[in-house]
């Protein structure tokens, strides 16, 4: 009863802003959430703001970081998110800020630590959410920033929710073909980063299984001239080298130069 007074609080309210704040307050305590509700309409009886996706025009500029557990999306989003005109934004993280003890905290948990994958509708509608509340903070600019996504999407399915959401300019394909190089590299991110699910050696077995099963097949599902492949096995800096050759040139045709008015 509760959960539908306030569905239809959330459905008269006209402002963007304290419908995204709702729904980041309800995606970190886990609280289930009616997306039609989250249509703010103006007098017109236009929608002004549809949480639940974007019209094709208005997509996420995007380029997409794939790549197997370990293979250092994380490492290199982290670094182009500190250059002005490019905003990272990595699914785990999403999933780990979330309280632990939270509906949806319990699901990522009891996924996670198996080694798993979060069902695609809650991932999916998660991050929507989550990089929805980014923009109403002008943390995320969609009209100055280059979005880098590293974890999402990870099945073909997720890909094909995503299209409302994100237009992709380019695939960074981490690949790597020596698994167990990979492996050795989540037992040091265990120790430094205190990462559960890196540090049982099932588990980071079988994230590898299932990244190969479920997330290497999108790599296929977007078109071949999408596609950049870089050596997941060399240096930082070097595959930085690689990354910024193609991603700089992006960044610059498709937004302004984030340093001049
Ligand atoms: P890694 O850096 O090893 O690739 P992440 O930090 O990206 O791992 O993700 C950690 C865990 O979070 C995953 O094993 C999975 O359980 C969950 N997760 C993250 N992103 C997704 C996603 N796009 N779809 C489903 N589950 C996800």
Redesign the pocket.
Known sequence: MCFVAWDDWLRNQSDCRIKSKYFEIAAQVGVPIDSSAAVVRNPLGRDTCDHDGLSMTNRYKTVLLLGA??AG??TQGNILGTIPGFYHC????V?RQIDISSELGKI?YE??SR????PDDV?VKMWAQSIHAHTVLSEYKPHADLLILD????TVE?AKLMEKHIEVLKIIHLYCNDEEAMFERLRRRALKANRL?DADEKVIRH?WDVYEAETRPVVDYYPKELLFEVNSLGSPAMILHDILDVVAPIQDQVFKNPLQD
Do not use: M
């Open positions: 557990p370990g999306k994380g990595s699914c785990g993280d999933f990522f996924y996670s080694g798993e994958l979060v991932t974890g999402i999407p990870r997720q699910d994230r």
